[in-house]
């Protein structure tokens, strides 16, 4: 098995080494970012100002996992960013009258 | 291959065929006979709503099947025929204007569609096991969780059933579109009804999964006492509306922009001109399915949103006016100047505009949230969707079946049958439905099973039953011209109308199983025109003749799909007995064994040797 | 085209998932499924938010949740994405076994985040009497978190499948895509964890 790998071209292999240690740094920040999270509701912080962090932390680390771990950012993805966000839109318009217009 | 095999066929093989079959043409074939036969059982069931409706105090049906019929009608057509309908033109047509041998995801393809075949066939068995639904289209809780019986469990399953395959069909659409046009078919050269497919299918893609999750959350509280709408138990009823119409709205979309996109290609062939502003039309149909999504409470104006909600989703609504009105503009300006030809394409289409726009204005009108609250659940409303659906999607159909008969049967359908078809079906149709927003106006409420009499609405709906059975006789006379032509017709030419534009009318018809021996060069929009115009006689290709690889028929979807079909009759009925729940897994492991073996089975299709290719003639 | 989907070191494309037209269709058909997940997930989301106030009485969230367990399944559900981001690495570097081994790790770790959530459901039931038919807020949040765990449970089945059906056989541009498929799905449903544990169980515990 080895031996096979050590045929491929050097330069795709240096090129995924160090695509995988982007992989690596963006898991460090995940974990980073949801310890935060944990931590800011574990100290029982006022909610007007733990829930925008929280949320935003969430954001940011599902934009990593979009654009790392799933390659939005490669080359060739247009149309899959486009279908993706039309669906985040659709995401967001159906919650946003889900939490404001469903009354009681 | 393709001829000559059917000619040797006997009736076993050929049914095999069908029955396994992953070919884009054959399956979109299936699809719209599927969808007539549906088309019709809606229509009988609009008929016997008419019948009902023609006098004041009628009995001829109880309340309790009238309200049967209604749901019935309006899931059946929805569902049932006017989607299936649709999507069978997509899958048929959609890929011979983009110059591709099949669809991305053959096997998916039949899969979808067995499911929405069985989904409609669940729906139907309610009529013969207790009763069917009878809670309106919209299922409306707490309607639909108090209805007793049977009936709206099946309308559940059923609808989830088929609403599954038309998600994988619109998955489907999208992937073949952006990765199987052939070479210098650019985003910006596809026919118009390639691009309503497109924006279709990224309404099905989003709007379908609300539709799931509503059905689910109906499902949970009927058959597993859940409390998403149980009010004693802090359920919200008001949360089934808006998944309801989150699809719903855009469902509306997903029938009207094929339909669109099928006027779009009709008329620049028989006026002998290029569609005009064909960059807007595309702005426009993308306008038209953003707004689309965003509109949905307009069917809510009543339930009390408030002003600011209501103020919102009125003003939205209106803005869908504006790219509606390009779309006719451009269409009229198609025809401006054109060597025009009418036959009964032409007529659909032309009938089209006027019907439409009725539809579309009182559209307007409704839209103004005020307003609303005089027209709610009245005639008017029902006046102002048949006229969008019917004077839209249905003769955009019936348009489209004219214009395409040739190239998915290989016959052109009878030109004096169409006309006699059409006037009948035109005129009954204006019958029906314009006197409906009067009595609308006059304060008639929908969904009523009785009026009563001397109060200004007993001529106006004995005129409107009247126009009903002419629209029943149009479509006898169209049905007749089908079996007369099958059986009658001459074999149509590759380009029966002799000034087809798109590549659909450069290959024979009906087109051969491989599509196109060799892949077009395609040099601009209207890729044919460009060569008949150059003096070619068919279109340059792309690629030198080779072997076609071809995927195999699989018998698997069938099963899998009865799988589901058996597993879902299993959730019906285990409330009554849990007895039922071991149908219910053995339902489940036939899908998930076949999705299985799916799986595990290596697949690698089979090749059309190009010996063979060069033996068969053009 | 030859049949032959075996892969030598020669011949071993740079992405061996989206080297074949079929690979090529799954990838981006997976993708677009997403995109309908995404609505999907988000009117389940719209629905526990507009209910999830409505215990009837019963158990609310402030009173169920804990943060240690959350916690513990979060890290594993996120170790479980890295180490499908791994194998990935393998696959492309034509290393069968090393891709074969990160994979099962990320099913290992996903069997043991499943079995996290089915202890929290059955602490929930047994020690709170908090079941699907509780509440509207029991019903949504059991639908809600439910469906992810179906989907966790439909990606292990797929992945299991795929792992010991090609046990023998090796990589190919016949399979290649279909692990690449599933990672993708893989990392969605991580996706939808990240905003379970923030939406419900996060925001849960301080309002």
């Known amino acids: 098995m080895t031996d096979h790998t050590n045929k491929l071209n050097s330069f795709r292999r240096h090129k995924q080494k160090e695509e995988m240690k982007h992989q690596v740094i963006t898991f460090a920040l995940m974990i980073i970012f949801t310890l935060i999270a944990f931590l800011v509701v574990a100290a029982g912080m006022d909610k007007t100002y733990v829930i925008p962090v929280i949320l935003t932390l969430a954001v940011v680390q599902v934009g990593f996992q979009f654009y790392y771990f799933m390659h939005m950012k490669d080359k060739g993805h247009e149309v899959i960013a486009a279908l993706i966000y039309g669906g985040i839109w659709i995401a967001i318009i159906t919650i946003l009258t889900f939490t404001t217009i469903i009354w009681w | 291959m393709s001829i000559a095999s059917t000619q040797n066929k006997g009736f076993g093989a050929i049914l095999w065929d069908y029955l396994t079959t992953v070919d884009h043409k054959k399956i979109g074939n299936m699809y719209i006979a599927a969808g007539a036969f549906f088309f019709i059982l809606g229509g009988i069931e609009a008929l016997i709503i008419r019948i009902q409706l ?6 001829f049906i109880s309340a309790g099947l009238y309200n049967e019929m209604i749901t019935m009608h309006g899931t059946t057509m929805i569902f049932l025929a006017a989607t299936p309908i649709l999507v069978g033109f997509m899958n048929a047509i959609m890929p011979l204007q983009i110059g591709a041998r099949d669809v991305a995801f053959p096997f998916l393809n039949s899969l979808g569609f067995w499911l929405f075949l069985f989904g409609g066939i669940m729906l139907n068995l309610s009529w013969f096991l207790g009763g069917a639904p009878d809670a309106g289209w919209t299922a409306y809780t707490p309607l639909s969780t108090q209805s007793p019986g049977h009936g709206v469990d099946f309308y559940v399953m059923g609808l989830q059933l088929s609403g599954a395959g038309t998600l994988m069909g619109g998955i489907n659409f999208l992937v073949t579109i952006v990765t199987m046009r052939a070479p210098g078919m650019t985003y910006m050269r596809m026919p118009l009804f390639t691009w309503t497919t497109f924006v279709a299918s990224i309404l099905i893609l989003f709007a379908f999964p609300a539709l799931t999750v509503g059905l689910f959350l109906l499902m949970f509280d009927r058959m597993f006492g859940s409390a998403f709408f149980d009010v004693a138990l802090g359920g919200n009823s008001v949360i089934w509306q808006h998944l309801f119409w989150i699809f719903g709205h855009p469902e509306v979309y997903i029938l009207i922009l094929p339909a669109f996109g099928i006027f779009s290609e009709i008329f620049p062939v028989f006026a002998k001109k290029r569609l005009f502003g064909y960059s807007s039309m595309v702005f426009a149909t993308f306008m038209i399915a953003f707004l689309g999504f965003m509109v949905w409470a307009h069917h809510m104006f009543t339930v009390g949103l408030g002003p600011v909600a209501n103020a919102i989703f009125a003003v939205a609504t209106m803005a869908i006016a504006v790219p509606t009105g390009i779309k006719i503009f451009n269409w009229l300006a198609t025809m401006w100047g054109g060597s025009i030809r009418i036959n009964s394409a032409m007529l659909w289409s032309l009938a089209f505009i006027p019907s439409f726009t009725i539809g579309g204005m009182t559209g307007v009108m409704l839209a103004a949230s005020t307003a609303d609250f005089q027209y709610h659940d009245t005639y008017f409303v029902v006046a102002h969707f048949h006229y969008v659906i019917v004077g839209g999607v249905v003769f955009g159909i019936l348009a489209g079946l004219h214009y395409w008969w040739p190239k998915l049967f290989g016959k052109v359908l009878h030109e004096g049958m169409g006309k006699i078809a059409f006037w009948l079906f035109f005129i009954g149709f204006h019958l029906t439905f314009f006197i409906q927003h009067f009595l609308g106006l006059m304060g008639m409420p929908r969904r009523y099973w009785v009026f009563l009499e001397n109060q200004g609405l007993d001529t106006g709906n004995l005129v409107s039953t009247i126009g009903a059975f002419l629209m029943a006789l149009g479509s006898i006379v169209f049905v007749i011209n089908v079996v007369y032509t099958t059986m009658k017709g001459e074999k149509a030419s590759a380009d029966p109308w002799g000034t087809g534009r798109t590549l659909e009318w450069a290959i024979s018809s009906p087109a051969p199983e491989y599509n196109f021996k060799q892949l077009p ?23 030198p003749l080779n072997d076609i690889h071809m995927p195999n028929g699989s018998i698997l979807p069938l099963i899998m799909t009865i799988g589901f079909f058996i597993a879902s009759l299993g959730f019906i009925y285990q409330v009554d007995s849990k007895a039922w729940l071991i149908v219910l897994y053995a339902g489940m492991a036939i899908a998930l064994g076949c999705m299985l073996i799916r799986s595990l089975k290596d697949d690698h299709g089979f090749h059309i040797h190009k010996e063979d290719l060069e033996r068969e003639a053009d | 085209m030859s049949q032959d989907h075996s892969l030598n070191p020669e011949s071993f494309p740079q992405d061996p998932a989206k080297a074949t037209q079929e690979g090529k269709h799954k ?33 609310s969230s402030q009173d169920l949740f804990g943060l240690e367990l959350v916690f513990i399944m979060t890290i594993l559900l996120l170790t479980s994405s890295l180490t499908s981001v791994y194998a990935i690495y393998h696959m492309k570097n034509n290393n069968f076994k090393k891709m074969q081994l990160w994979f099962g790790i990320t099913a290992l770790l996903g069997i043991a985040f499943l079995a996290c959530e089915i202890y929290e459901f059955a602490h929930y039931i047994h020690e709170y009497e908090f079941t699907f038919r509780s509440s509207a807020f029991g019903s949504a949040f059991y639908t809600l978190v439910g469906f992810h765990g179906g989907h966790v449970v439909f990606g292990l089945s797929w992945l299991i499948a795929l792992m010991v059906r090609n046990a023998k056989r090796g990589l190919s541009l016949y399979n290649a895509p279909k692990y690449n498929t599933f990672a993708i799905y893989w990392h969605f449903i991580d996706v939808v964890w990240v905003f379970i544990f923030t939406v419900v169980y996060l925001m849960g515990m301080v309002s």
């Open chain 2, 54 to 59: 023609m006098a004041p105090e009628n009995d």
């Open chain 2, 521 to 543: 060069l395609v040099r601009g929009l209207d890729p044919l025109w460009i060569e008949k115009m150059d003096g070619n006689v068919k279109m340059t290709p792309a690629e």
């Open chain 3, 27 to 59: 990838y981006i058909g997976l993708w677009f499924f997403l995109g309908g997940e995404t609505v999907l997930f988000a009117c389940l989301f719209a629905t526990y938010l507009a209910l999830h106030q409505s215990t009837a009485g019963g158990p």
